[in-house]
């Protein structure tokens, strides 16, 4: 039997060992758009979404990208300590990293929309729009100059 310690650590070991495929989200460069692609595939902990966030900002400057699409789908809810860290701390580095627009497919749940709005409303460095479809979302990022 697996006590969900067990099970977080080995969730854990699998996103630090592979951004792309693993069981939280999956990471990846879009050559088309071009962009960073976040696609979250549950429920993520304040940790994890930190963690995704900071390989995000390394990933950013190692593709010289300006462009991140996300879906979002599967955040219920962005903890108000996250909320603040995205808009004072992560933000602004992105930017500075070269970060100019991001799209995204917005949350089922409303308080993860409603978060989602606030971090969007409250941060003025980065473009955001949401959107109701992710391919939406891609086509409009793809069409803006960065």
Not at 12 to 24: K, T
Not at 93 to 118: D, I, M, Q, T
Request: glycine share 4%; charged share 25%.
């Amino acid at each position: 039997m697996t006590h969900s310690g067990d099970a977080g650590q080995s969730e854990a070991s699998e996103l630090l060992a592979n951004l792309r495929d693993n069981p939280v989200c999956s990471v990846q460069f879009d050559a088309e758009v071009p962009c960073l692609t976040v696609i979250w595939k549950r429920p993520a902990t304040s940790a994890q979404l930190r963690f995704v966030s900071e390989r995000l900002l390394e990933l950013i400057r190692q593709h010289k990208v300006s462009k991140v699409l996300g879906d979002d789908t599967a955040l219920p809810l962005i903890e108000d300590d996250d909320q603040t860290w995205f808009v004072e701390d992560w933000f602004p580095r992105a930017a500075a990293a070269g970060l100019k627009v991001a799209a995204n497919k917005s949350p089922e749940a409303y308080f993860g929309r409603l978060a989602v709005e606030r971090i969007k409303d409250s941060q003025g460095l980065v473009t955001i729009r949401s959107f109701e479809q992710f391919e939406q979302a891609r086509r409009w990022l793809k069409g803006v100059r960065a």
